[in-house]
């Protein structure tokens, strides 16, 4: 079975730049989580979705990140305008709802902001 | 409020050493524990799990026993090989919503042949 699908797995840019990461969850499952994971701060929680619907986008560092989930197999998050201290590996999970089950993660998007 | 605390690496050992990876956690309830295992350049996957008081979670060699009394679940492993190096993460599920997922900070672990 396909695993979480996240594209591209590494980005390189200039700050000021528009950046938009892409996800595809497992089929069937009806949670999609977007971290991101830095030496200096670890994984960190940036928003989650359920039955495509934000629930909590507490994690989410400012207004410059945006995230959307037009459909059950497809997510996006967006940075606009980028910064040097956006750079991090941003990581997309997906999970049925039951709470015994685990998270799926991708294998990430390593960003680097110039 | 709810927790995770777990030892701090890097923790360093050489092929067919015993293993542990100290967690304890603080939550209210009943929470679902898990371990988490990230290799280079991949995202994390699941390692083993316990849902109650008791239970051991148990994977490629191996294991973790959900103490309630202690608050712990510790990561063990009786010989480790140089493919086991990763980072691990202890985590816990409260509340019964997977929007409650809380991560430890990850144990860094290497080993040497």
């Known amino acids: 079975d396909a695993g979480v699908i996240q594209s591209p797995r590494h980005e390189v840019t200039e700050m000021g730049q528009e950046v938009t990461l892409r996800c595809k969850p497992i089929?069937?499952?009806?949670?999609l989580f977007w971290y991101r994971q830095t030496m200096m701060r670890g994984l960190e929680l940036l928003i989650y979705?359920?039955?495509?619907?934000?629930?909590?986008d507490s994690g989410m560092p400012e207004d410059r990140f945006s995230a959307k989930m037009p459909n059950a197999s497809f997510s996006t998050l967006k940075i606009q305008p980028s910064e040097p201290r956006d750079s991090a590996v941003y990581f997309c999970?997906?999970?049925?709802?039951?709470?015994?089950?685990?998270?799926?993660f991708g294998d990430g998007t390593r960003l680097s902001i110039l | 409020g709810n927790s995770v605390t777990q030892m701090e690496g890097p923790v360093t050992l050489s092929e067919e050493a015993f293993l542990t990876i100290n967690c304890t956690y603080t939550a209210t309830g009943y929470p679902s524990l898990f371990w988490y295992v990230q290799y280079p350049g991949e995202g994390l996957q699941l390692l083993l799990k316990a849902t109650k008081a008791d239970d051991k979670g148990s994977n490629k060699g191996f294991e973790a026993t959900y103490r309630k009394e202690t608050t712990s679940f510790h990561l063990e492993k009786g010989s480790v090989q140089v493919s086991d190096s990763a980072v691990y993460f202890c985590?816990?599920?409260?509340?019964?919503?997977?929007?409650?997922?809380?991560f430890g900070k990850g144990t860094k672990l290497s080993v040497k042949p």
């Open positions: 999970a997906s999970s049925l709802s039951f709470e015994s089950q685990p998270q799926h």
């Open positions: 979705f359920n039955n495509n619907v934000p629930i909590d």
């Open positions: 985590a816990l599920l409260f509340g019964g919503s997977q929007g409650n997922l809380i």
């Open positions: 089929s069937g499952h009806d949670y």
